[in-house]
């Protein structure tokens, strides 16, 4: 059940969980606890400082920033907003939680000087790369086809959560980069109102956030946006099993929030739930020997079905020149200086079977009968 609330309640963060304030953000974020929300993602004004109609190519108007939450007198004016919203954000933060922000070449460095000022700990900076970002119409500079998203830590010492083995699984089994190559939001996903126009300028697209929740953070976590827009950020957070809590003072853009996350149906996966991430059974090959699920002598193999060596009743394997432990082995024949042997090797049994896959056999069958 979601609703909005005025700065007349006091917050209780069960009872704000999948819920937008309607409001100020500084005066709503100081009536949220101390380190009661496990990830932020804010996506403030930019302060663009936009003169003048910008026309495309064929003279039509191209519909930019020019809304009133973007106007600031100065740049003390903007810093001055800035350093409080996230002197909030770092207090409402637990202490392994983490935050990111996203800006434009026109207040990211402002950006990020505020936030090292505040301690916050810097751990990357990601490059939103937009293949079909809009031309410099002008033709006056370079097309600004990218923003930054700057992605930190409450302090130095946080034990933040990075689901390092997801991403790796969805970006083809390799590591994940900081540069993302993800369109603008166009379409279907792009909100509009009756009258055919934009509801929110800067939307972002939904797979910008899907990757930011989904990376880091947990089934259950407290996602928190104080910038709150259409809603993009609670969009996903429902669709993952997040919880999240949305600050936004325009009304228009609230009711156009609420009406798309209420047609989000969660996703309840393997990837959502992160298995990927939990820990593997502490399960030595010896124990796999004594057990009898790998057998003396018995051959272990390569994913693509070529014998490598045998196994030892230690635990350990051999070739023809030498024996040593899986890991050492597989590193071996990868030409490494280590390797998990657990990933490399296969059994036969009628098909090729990871030795990785018997550890969890073995571990389920010591539960069961524990």
Known sequence: MRFCLTLSDYFDINK??????????????KKI????????????????????ELHRTDGTKFQGVEDEWDKFSSYNEYDKFCFEWLKECKRVLKKDGSIWV???FQNIYRLGYIMQNLDYWILNDVIWSKPNAAPNFAGTRFQNSHETL??????KKSKYTFNYKTMKHLNNEKQDKSVWDIGICIGNERLKGEDGKKIHSTQKPEKLLYKVILSTSKPNDIVLDPFFGTGTTGAIAKLLGRNYIGIEREHSYNKAAEERINKIVPIN????????????????MKKLVESGMVKENQSLYNKDGIEICKVNIDGNVYDNDE???????SAKY????????????????????SIDELRYRYNNMEVKHG
């Not at 819920?19 to 974020?29: A, K, Q, R």
């Not at 024996?323 to 082995?329: D, P, T």
């Open 33 to 52: 606890p101390d380190e009661s929300v496990d990830l932020i993602f804010a996506d403030p004004p930019y302060f663009m400082q936009t003169e003048g």
């Open 102 to 104: 996203i800006g434009s």
């Open 150 to 155: 700057i992605w930190c830590t409450k302090s």
């Open 334 to 353: 990868l030409n490494r200086t280590n390797n998990n042997g657990w990933d490399y090797f296969y059994v036969k049994e009628n098909e090729l079977i």
């Open 269 to 284: 996966d393997d990837i959502t739930n992160l298995k990927l991430e939990v820990k593997p059974p502490k399960v030595p």
């Open 16 to 29: 704000i969980k999948n819920t937008i304030i309607e409001g100020d953000t500084i005066e709503n974020l």
């Open 323 to 329: 024996v040593l432990s899986i890991h050492k082995m």
